[in-house]
């Protein structure tokens, strides 16, 4: 539930109207992909939960808590806050003209290592670029100066940019990777391995093709590969970096061997746009027969799926999934879901109007259930994916005039059969946060409320926002809930951000708080939740400084 998720509702709605096609060209996914991180540095916040400590959870290694904090700006200082004891350490001053970062790859994911980045002389384009231990945080070694951005591995190496030139520094000294040349920025994706870059020069526009060389790198050996006439509006990429893709021409291309090698050709936008580099099989309409849908793989086999298809149901990123719809034998628009190539079911009275992206799907974290809403009837229905009532189709909820959907922020490891979605009902002027049929809270404000559903095997709870108290968009003043076996607790309010280690998975035990922000100031009150009380810790506070730091996951800038 960090600041991006607290969005308003009427911007995310226009977001998930206006985005498939740049969800298609900026190569992201919800199923996580590697990190892509640019030249340019923004004071936009990344995240969905911003952890500045070691998210990797593979192993029972034990982390203290003294290696886990959150950084945070008062004055021109940047300060260190511990989450276990509350400490504050000052870091010394940040800022040269005032300018406030608000996003920073501030510790690699690796549990062992004690080593965090932190930065000075920020003027709202480039800083200079330390490292240090989180147990002695003022012993800072210089990495480098006027960097505009940079990554923290996690086996402690640092990938930065400075002057367009990109270096990795290793062992106290820096080589350098790439240099670009021109007057375009410079973005890289990093492999989930982080042992692999691909490099992209130039912004992209998203509105038409933009042919540019792109550079594969192996970070530790040098080798590197050129590619050229790629298309960097509209291209997609594998975990590793070992299968990337783009279209150009109503054409899919694969790099391979330093070639761009013809996949697909003839095709209008994939169905699996943002995962077709990876599935190996791609669902779309040929550019000249646009009623029709097939089923390509990348051998070069065709199979025509259906000869009256009208539209996709968008946002879908599951493999093996697929759902459109069609016109039947009486002319009627009807919904039709597929999972690994078998059809479930064909549902009529699903309305789905001219208009750009009016039927949504949502699949909650291990859930058999599939769910899709129509905006055009103001419907939401549920199809089971397994079980004796496989392929059947449940009415869930009606009369919705708008719908959020949180599947996405599920990370359950239990099997997980509801979707917790915001809605608003009609007659009703507050939306409503429901799970599956059940309200847990009726009125949550006119904006958009972030949720998170918790499913650890052994208790379930739900932690959430309400913005009862908003008088606009541009507000942030949320107050933060934790529902459990039907009681609702108030944890905070007036909170303009916060920042937290695992905050959904410790019910936000520790995390931190900016509260009761003065915007005429520019500062509020620091506060943390430790042992079931908001305590004070300190004032003035600007802001936190963000952790962008991931594996694997893209960072938009």
Known sequence: MSKKLSSKLVGILCFLAICLFAIFTSACSSAKKPTEVSGENTDSNSSEEQDVSNSDT???????????????????????????????????PCTTNGSVMGEFSIKGYNKNLDQFCSFSDYDGETYTLYISASKTPTERTKVADNVTVHSALKNGDILYISNKELFL????????????????????????????????????NYDKEKLMNVYLIDIYTGNN??????????????????????FKDNTIYKLEDGNSKEIVKGIDEPYNEVTYSSDKVIYASKADEPTSLYRFDFNGNEELVSDSFVKFVRFNIKENFLAYTEKNSEDKIILKVVQNGETLGEYEDIEDSDDIYRLKEAHPSK???????????KKLWKVALEGNTKGEIELVNENINYFVDFAYSQDSKAENDDLLYLAEIKGNDYCSLFLDKNIINENVG??????????NGTETYIIYTDTLSQTSYEDDNDT??????????????????????????????????????????????????????????????????????????????
């Open 58 to 92: 593979s192993d029972n290694t034990t982390v203290s808590d003294s290696n886990n904090f959150s950084l945070y700006i008062k004055g021109d200082n940047l300060y260190m806050a511990r989450y276990d004891n509350s400490e504050i350490i000052d870091l010394g």
């Open 169 to 204: 520094y290793k062992g106290g000294k820096a080589v350098s990777l790439f240099k670009e040349e021109g007057e375009e920025e410079i973005k890289y994706i990093i492999s989930k391995a982080q042992d692999k870059l691909l490099i992209v020069p130039g912004k992209r």
């Open 225 to 246: 590969t050129v590619y050229s006439d790629f298309n960097i509006n509209s291209f997609n990429y594998s975990f590793e970096l070992d299968s990337i893709c783009y």
């Open 367 to 377: 859930s058999k259930y599939w769910y899709f809403f129509s905006e055009e009837n």
């Open 446 to 455: 006119k904006y958009y409320s972030p949720a998170h559903l918790e499913n």
């Open 480 to 557: 933060y809930h934790i529902w459990e076996n039907g009681r609702d607790t108030v944890i905070a309010k007036n909170v303009k951000d916060y920042n937290g280690y695992h905050s959904y998975r410790n019910k936000l035990e520790k995390i931190y708080f900016l509260t009761d922000y003065d915007e005429t100031k520019g500062t509020g009150t620091l506060k943390q939740y430790l042992n079931g009380e908001l305590k004070d810790i300190d004032s003035d506070v600007k802001s936190f400084v963000k952790n962008n730091t991931s594996s694997f996951s893209t960072i938009f800038r």
